[in-house]
């Protein structure tokens, strides 16, 4: 079974930082670009950041881009990101998100999401 | 950029619902519809505009290419009342959303 499951979010003042973790299991991680995607309250959904399979190529978000840093442990099959100079606006839950397909980006698993506030 | 509309749409079980995605310049066939319930992680419905993912009902079905997109649901059933969204992923980075359209009951 395909699974992805989240872990780091927390409360964190403005300024502050906080890094995301996603644990997956039932696939061949090490061949799937990953991506983070969020979810403002009551809002809609944010593609965030995405990573190639090996790890060699890096996409943002302009929200967060020079902020944010995602990157991958194959060996750990677990997808991270580094989250700094936090703001208000960045408070929402993060998914990561598995594609389909190999070299596609629309998602066909979810983890269950991991919620960040930025508050002080 | 996309616009889903309408913002709600409100529709009494079995009646049919048809929920529209506009994007700014043509994405091709290359947009996916997802379903969220409250506190739940979306789920992928449709992809490549008209596919199905596995285990989606045959009530939900996608239309349309270039800039025009559609997605209707037959026969609406008590477990269809959520918030849909579309995204492409013709034009990426970014991989954008719709700001997406709540089926309430009516």
């Known amino acids: 079974e395909v699974q992805l499951v989240e872990s780091g979010g927390g409360l964190v003042q403005p300024g502050g930082s906080l890094r995301l973790s996603c644990a997956a299991s039932?696939?061949?991680?090490?061949?799937?670009?990953m991506s983070w995607v969020r979810q403002a309250p009551g809002k809609g959904l944010e593609w965030v950041s995405a990573?190639?399979?090996?790890?060699?190529?890096?996409y943002y978000a302009d929200s967060v881009k020079g902020r944010f840093t995602i990157s991958r442990d194959n060996s750990k099959n677990t997808l991270y990101l580094q989250m700094n100079g936090l703001r208000a606006e960045d408070t929402a839950v993060y998914y990561c998100?598995?594609?389909?397909?190999?070299?596609?980006?629309?998602?066909?698993?979810w983890g269950q999401g991991t919620l960040v506030t930025v508050s002080s | 950029v996309l616009t889903q509309s309408p913002a709600t749409l409100s529709v009494s079980p079995g009646e049919r619902a048809t929920l529209s995605c506009r994007a700014s310049?043509?994405?091709?066939?290359?947009l996916a519809w997802y379903q969220q319930k409250p506190g739940q992680a979306p789920r992928l419905l449709i992809y490549?505009?008209?596919t199905r993912a596995t285990g989606i009902p045959a009530r939900f079905s996608g239309g349309g290419s270039g800039t025009e997109f559609t997605l209707t649901i037959s026969s609406l059933q008590s477990a269809d009342f959520a918030v849909y969204y579309c995204q492409q992923y013709d034009n990426w980075p970014p991989w954008t959303f719709g700001q997406g359209t709540k089926v309430e009951i009516k």
């Open positions: 990573i190639r399979g090996s790890g060699d190529s890096t």
């Open positions: 490549g505009a008209s």
């Open positions: 310049q043509s994405v091709s066939s290359h």
């Open positions: 998100a598995k594609p389909l397909v190999v070299v596609t980006a629309y998602f066909d698993c």
């Open positions: 039932g696939f061949t991680f090490s061949i799937y670009a």
